[in-house]
């Protein structure tokens, strides 16, 4: 835990090679472990390296399919690569999976607002228009 704690440190330091090789150690001792992948793409998100980022991600919703936010982690990088029916299918699973119940409204309400935005890009916006209407309404 303590070497995460590290890792996400040398993360915010801008230490980017440093964290992924203290993580890259981290998987390979505990290879179960969901949280070394959550901050493994979000290191590869912010440097640009989507389908890294995509790959940390799917690890670990492999491990914990229930991981808050990984789901809509997965939608934004998708959506950053325009490829909205993929970040669509992300965020929907956000959205029921086990881990929907511990989102907070806000959490949810972004998720439908991304779901939204995806639907204009990819010229739905009738579908749009629905997604804000709940997400009004709630």
């Not at 969901?34 to 793409?41: E, H, R, S």
């Not at 995509?54 to 998708?78: Q, R, T």
């Not at 950053?80 to 970040?87: C, L, M």
Request: hydrophobic letters at 40%.
């Amino acid at each position: 835990m303590l070497d995460l704690i590290r890792a996400e440190e040398m993360f915010a330091a801008g230490e980017l090679h440093q964290a992924l090789g203290l993580i890259d150690e981290l998987v390979s001792k505990k290879p179960q472990w969901a949280d070394p992948y959550l901050l493994k793409g979000n290191i590869f998100t912010t440097v640009g390296q989507h389908d890294r980022a995509k790959s940390a991600y799917e690890k670990l919703v492999k491990i914990d399919p229930d991981y808050l936010s990984a789901w809509f982690k997965l939608g934004n990088n998708a959506y950053r690569k325009k490829q909205y029916r993929e970040a669509i299918n992300f965020y929907n699973h956000e959205l029921i999976g086990k881990q929907a119940n511990t989102l907070q409204s806000k959490d949810k309400q972004i998720t439908m607002l991304q779901i939204g935005r995806c639907y204009i890009h990819i010229g739905k916006v009738d579908s749009a228009l629905i997604i804000y209407k709940m997400y009004k309404n709630r």
